[in-house]
């Protein structure tokens, strides 16, 4: 079934559905919409009076008049002079997201985009002419101006598109699918890229794959504690109950769901050991804080493709055009920093708990780093200096974009949010954590090999440890550790390593 293009925001598996293929359609109601509003534009445009991006010019040159007769040029030149992007393109799941977030603001009705040029889109979009689309260039001020004028610039016939696997001009595949170029009439070109589109998108596949990170880590957590012969002691609802925030006790309820049944738990249950490492005993504490932070950002970004970040903002109702500042990126800039600064601590927690079964603090594993025969073998030792790589790349990108701003527009533009810089960056520290958990998911399984006199795992880490012994082996020397981590990447990010652990723990929590 067709995903409904109708100003209403997505949720994030109805965005699943669209990267995989699903196909758009407009409602009645927002057909309707746009040919009202625009029939309210074309009203206007008999009118000497000047309204903001119809008949003057952009930003600090809003005072210029423009004639008549130059008001498509106008729109051309909008879209040619800000199609600036630099850098790689974005990756063309992102791309073709943008245009759907696009295509539903132009939906809400505010936009006085014509029902042609907005249909030339949703044939785009079916027909998978995806626009090529720089990552660099935005500072999320008027929105994603530079990113989204690519977009619109295919619509016109001119830049790149991918078709077919290849890059080629977008004239050329408009051709080839016999679908005419638009002339942007007065109105269209603005209404084509004030927005936060570029930011949002990126944001909604950040939270894709945050959703999955958040229970991997969790599970990954678990196998941790086994492998370490930690304590269950810290996650009994007892203690989160005295703390009700929501990911706290979440986790910690995640945390006794996986481990029950553990022989290795109840084996060295009166073990004299007192206590555990932070990063085992607080698993509850952080990884919630971490499932909070997520929410929190969550509920922005879906809330923002559901919004209207247009301007100049067309009230056909109550004849008037107001000019405002819904494109600005803040919202979304402070829920993409939260969203990496979030991420970043899953992998930091995740590195300190390898760091501990690579070095027992107490002899709680028979063997240095994780080997039989340590020193002819490395072991784990060595993966985990990837993981420290990773971790303090983290550190780096995890630096709030949302707290520089620079004047942009001579000087029209004087506060910028930075988001879509923080979008990537969120998005890049995620893949980072990723590759980090693979390590520990290696890592604990082989630290639950070496415990194997104390039974075995839990219910959901032995249905994990199962699926990962199934393509990597048991370590019993140095070999090409690359090779593996490969394997458990792909198990993490494939989604596998979740479904093995809800296969018996379906009251797993997010």
């Known amino acids: 079934m067709a995903i409904k293009i109708d100003g209403k ?68 030149n909008l879209i040619i002079s800000h199609a600036v992007g630099v850098g790689d393109p974005l990756r063309t799941d992102i791309a073709k997201l943008i245009m759907l977030l696009r295509a539903n603001v132009l939906a809400v009705g505010y936009s006085g985009i014509r029902l042609e040029t907005f249909k030339l889109l949703l044939d785009m979009i079916n027909r998978d002419l995806i626009p090529v689309i720089p990552e660099k260039g935005s500072v999320g001020a008027s929105g994603d101006l530079a990113p989204l004028a690519h977009l619109a610039l295919t619509l016109i016939g001119r830049g790149e598109v991918y078709y077919k696997g290849l890059i080629m001009p977008a004239a050329e595949a408009l051709k080839t699918e016999r679908l005419e170029p638009i002339k942007l009439q007065a109105k269209e070109g603005i209404a084509l890229i004030n927005g936060t ?18 229970k991997v880590a969790d599970i990954v957590g678990a196998l941790s504690v086994e492998g370490d012969l930690a304590s269950a002691r810290p996650f009994d609802e007892r203690i989160h109950k005295l703390r009700p925030h929501p990911g706290q006790m979440a986790t910690a309820d995640n945390m006794r769901i996986l481990l029950s049944d553990s022989e290795i738990i109840a084996d060295h249950r009166d073990c004299g050991r007192v206590q555990d490492p932070y990063s085992f005993r607080c698993i509850p504490q952080v990884h919630g804080a971490v499932k909070d932070a997520a929410k929190y950002s969550r509920d922005i970004v879906l809330r923002e493709t559901g919004s209207c970040t ?12 107001l000019s405002g500042g819904n494109f600005h990126g803040e919202p979304l800039a402070f829920a993409m920093d939260m969203l990496a600064i979030a991420a970043a601590e899953l992998g930091s927690i995740s590195e300190r708990r390898v760091a501990v079964l690579t070095t027992p603090i107490a002899g709680e594993i028979p063997t240095k780093s994780l080997v039989p025969n340590p020193g002819l073998s490395s072991g784990l030792m060595t993966p985990h200096v990837t993981m420290s790589a990773l971790v303090s790349e983290n550190k780096v990108l995890a630096h709030p974009s949302s707290v520089d701003s620079i004047p942009t527009f001579g000087g029209q533009e004087d506060h910028v949010s930075m988001g879509t810089i923080g ?48 393509v990597v082996d048991k370590i019993d020397e140095d070999r090409e550790y690359r090779l593996d981590i490969n394997r458990c990447i792909e198990m993490v990010r494939g989604g596998e390593v979740v479904k093995a652990a809800e296969s018996v723990c379906s009251e797993m929590k997010i």
Request: some cysteine; proline content about 3%; overall charge negative.
């Open 197 to 214: 589109q570029a930011i949002a998108a990126i944001g909604c596949m950040a939270h894709i794959k945050m959703e999955n990170l958040i």
């Open 423 to 470: 979008a990537r960056k969120a998005l890049q520290i995620i893949e980072n954590v990723e590759i980090i958990l693979a390590i520990e998911l290696f890592a604990a399984c082989q630290a639950i090999d070496l415990q194997n006199k104390h039974g075995k795992p839990g219910l959901g880490t032995s249905a994990v440890f199962e699926l990962v012994r199934k």
């Open 310 to 321: 247009d301007n100049p903002l067309l009230f056909a109702k109550d004849d008037e055009i």
């Open 9 to 76: 925001g997505f949720t994030l598996d109805e965005i699943r559905r669209f990267i995989s293929g699903e196909t758009v359609e407009p409602s009645r109601g927002t057909i309707s919409r746009i040919k009202k509003v625009r029939e309210f534009v074309e009203g206007k445009l008999s009118s000497e009076k000047p309204y903001y991006g119809i008949n003057t010019g952009f930003g600090n040159m809003a005072s210029c008049h423009i004639s008549h007769e130059d008001l498509e040029k106008l729109q051309e």
